[in-house]
C-alpha cells in the first residue's frame, strides 16, 4: 500500500465516528422532543388532574431528567466519539502537512472553521436545550403554587426547595459542559508529533490561520507525468 492509499484509508474511520455521532444527535433530538411533549402533557392536564406530588414538581423533575439525559449523549458524542475522530483527523492533517502531493481536503475544513474546529458549536446542539429546560425549572419554581392542584403528599415549602435542588444541579451541569468543551485542544495533541511549526497552526490566531492557509497554497497536484516517471524508475530500480 503506497502512501496516498494508506491517506485514504483514514476517511473509513472518519466516516465511521461520523456516523455514530449523528446517530447520538438523533438520539438527543428524540430525546428533547421527547421531553418537550411530557412538560406539555403535564402542563395541559394538570388543570383537572390532582398528582400524588405537585404538577410543577413533576414538570421540575421531567427537565431535570432531560438534562441528565442530554449529559450522557453530550459526553458519548463529544468527550468519546469526538476525540477518536479527532484523532484520526489530525493524522490525517499532518499526513497533509507533510506531503504537498496529497489533498489537503482536512485543511481546508480546518481553514474553513478558522483553525479552531466545529466542536465549540456543537457543544450548543446540546447546551442551549439544557438552557432551555433550566430555564423551565425556574419558572415552575416560581409558579409552583399556579400550576395545577396541591398535592397534600408535598407541601409547597418541601416542593420549592425540591425545585430549587433540581434547578441548582441543572445550572452546574449546563455549566460544566460549556467549561469542559475545550479541556482537550488539538494544539495538545499536535505537540505528540515533534513539530513546534505544525502544533502552532492551532492556536487559533491569525499566524495558525494562515500556516493552514499555506499548505492549502502548497497543494501540488500529482499529474499523469509525474505518476509514469515514478513507475519507470521503479522498473529501473528492480
Known sequence: MNASDEYWKF???????NNIQAGI??????????AFGAIAVLIKTSEN???????????????????MGLLVLWINDQLVYQRLLNAVFLIGLKREYDNKRLPPVRTMM??????KG??????LYYTIP???FFAISI???????RIGAVSAALNPTWSFWVLVALCIVQGAVTIWVQFTKSTVTPRERATLFGNEDFASMFDGTEEGLRKFGKVVKNYTPDTEGDRRKGKKETSLNT
Open 11 to 17: 476517511g473509513e474511520s472518519e466516516r465511521h465516528f
Open 25 to 34: 444527535r438523533n438520539r438527543a433530538a428524540t430525546w428533547l422532543l421527547a
Open 49 to 67: 388532574t390532582t398528582w400524588l406530588v405537585p404538577s410543577a414538581v413533576l414538570v421540575g423533575l421531567v427537565s431535570f431528567l432531560a438534562t
Open 110 to 115: 480546518m481553514y474553513s472553521a478558522e483553525g
Open 118 to 123: 466545529m466542536s465549540c458549536w456543537m457543544t
Open 130 to 132: 439544557m438552557i432551555c
Open 139 to 145: 419558572s415552575v419554581t416560581f409558579l409552583l403554587e
